[in-house]
Structure formats: C-alpha cells, structure tokens
T-cell receptor, first 110, second 112 residues
Framework: AQSVTQPDIHITVSEGASLELRCNYS??????LFWYVQSPGQGLQLLLK??????LVQGIKGFEAEFKRSQSSFNLRKPSVHWSDAAEYFC????????FGPGTRLSVLP | KAGVTQTPRYLIKTRGQQVTLSCSPI?????VSWYQQTPGQGLQFLFE???????NKGNFPGRFSGRQFSNSRSEMNVSTLELGDSALYLC???????????FGPGTRLTVL
C-alpha cells in the first residue's frame, strides 16, 4: 500500500530564514503529489501540486517543491519564511484516493 | 465561486448517540471525500462519493456511513458514537478522481 512519510514532526525557524520540509512516498509508479497547509482550526489549503512535467513546481505564498523520482521525494521549500507561515503542512499522494503524511508543524520565531 | 461548506461547525454529543454531518461541495464538483483528523492518527480517509455512488472506502467500522445526493451534497453519519470518534471531520470536493481537492473548514465533533 502507498504511504507518505514526513520525517520532521516539528520544525522551528526564524523569520526570514529558508525552509525545507521533507516528504517521501512509497509507491511503485509516480503518483500525483500535493502539499497542503492547515492553520489552526481550519481546513486544508492547497499550496502546490505535481502531476507530470517540470519537476520543480511553484505554488502560492512563495512556496516551491521539487519532485525527485530517484529519491521518491517531494520536498517543499521557501527561501524566506514569514511569521504567517506558521501552520501544519501535509504532503499527500493520490493513487485511488488521497493518502496524507502525518504532517509537519512549523513554528516561526520573530 | 463559493467554497466547500460544512455544517455544523461544532457539535457535542454523548456516547451512544448518532450524528449526521453535511457537506456542500463547490458548484460543479461531483466528487466528495470525507476525512477524519485526530492528533494521534492524523488525516485518515473515510470514503469518497462520485455521482451518488461510493467509489472508495477507508478502513473504518460500519458505524461510519455516508451518502451523496443528486446535487452532489453529501452527508456522513456516525452511529453509536464512541469517545474515540471525537475529531475534526473534513470534507473535500473535486471535479474528479485524482484532481485537486478543495477542503471545507471541517466539523469539530466532541463525544462526551
């Protein structure tokens, strides 16, 4: 069965610092890949998605992610974090249905 | 275009009761999926409906059920509530399978 791992449960960065959130998936073929963000008490908002083509995808709020087939990874990056980026981030893959990773909680220090 | 709406937003029930949650998808979306989110288990897929048919089901007991109406609105029902059913229940809609899912704000269910 497909699975998604996000090795970092909680990450703390300073405002203005760069960010990379890791995501690895386990599936034989290349699934559709997504990153979602969830603010406290809210639903999930799509940051970006990868279906095929260019392996570097741009998303909203200055986020980007790179698909690396050889590593089965889809890491999320942002060059300069803002305090408003503090939230929980979920990586997801789609085969028959969405399978979400456990999430990474991001804290931002002023 | 209006987003996904879920009602009610908050619900408190006692053990043994049943509950019905409602989800209205984005206009034109025919696929509705339900998820349970808890601190311990994370986001878990419950089921997906497309054109009034359950297309996929997660690993949940039969106490969890759902349906979809001809206007794509969906309801999920949980019978004989247990304390462990306390969770945020999220609904998501999409145009079809594998497509981007748009999430509602969720219904926070507390079982006492």
């Amino acid at each position: 069965a497909q699975s998604v791992t996000q090795p970092d449960i909680h990450i703390t960065v300073s405002e203005g610092a760069s960010l990379e959130l890791r995501c690895n998936y386990s599936y034989g073929a290349t699934p559709y890949l997504f990153w979602y963000v969830q603010s406290p008490g809210q639903g999930l908002q799509l940051l970006l998605k990868y279906f095929s083509g260019d392996t570097l995808v741009q998303g909203i709020k200055g986020f980007e992610a790179e698909f690396k087939r050889s590593q089965s990874s889809f890491n999320l990056r942002k060059p300069s974090v803002h305090w408003s980026d503090a939230a929980e981030y979920f990586c997801a893959v789609v085969v028959q249905n969405f399978v979400f990773g456990p999430g990474t909680r991001l804290s931002v220090l002023p | 275009k209006a987003g996904v709406t879920q009602t009610p937003r908050y619900l408190i029930k006692t053990r043994g009761q049943q509950v019905t949650l409602s989800c209205s998808p984005i206009s034109g979306h025919r696929s509705v999926s339900w998820y349970q989110q808890t601190p311990g288990q994370g986001l878990q897929f419950l089921f997906e409906y497309f054109s009034e048919t359950q297309r996929n089901k997660g690993n949940f007991p039969g106490r969890f059920s759902g349906r979809q109406f001809s206007n794509s609105r969906s309801e999920m029902n949980v019978s004989t509530l247990e304390l462990g059913d306390s969770a945020l229940y999220l609904c998501a809609s999409s145009l079809g399978r594998g497509g981007e899912q748009f999430f509602g704000p969720g219904t926070r269910l507390t079982v006492l």
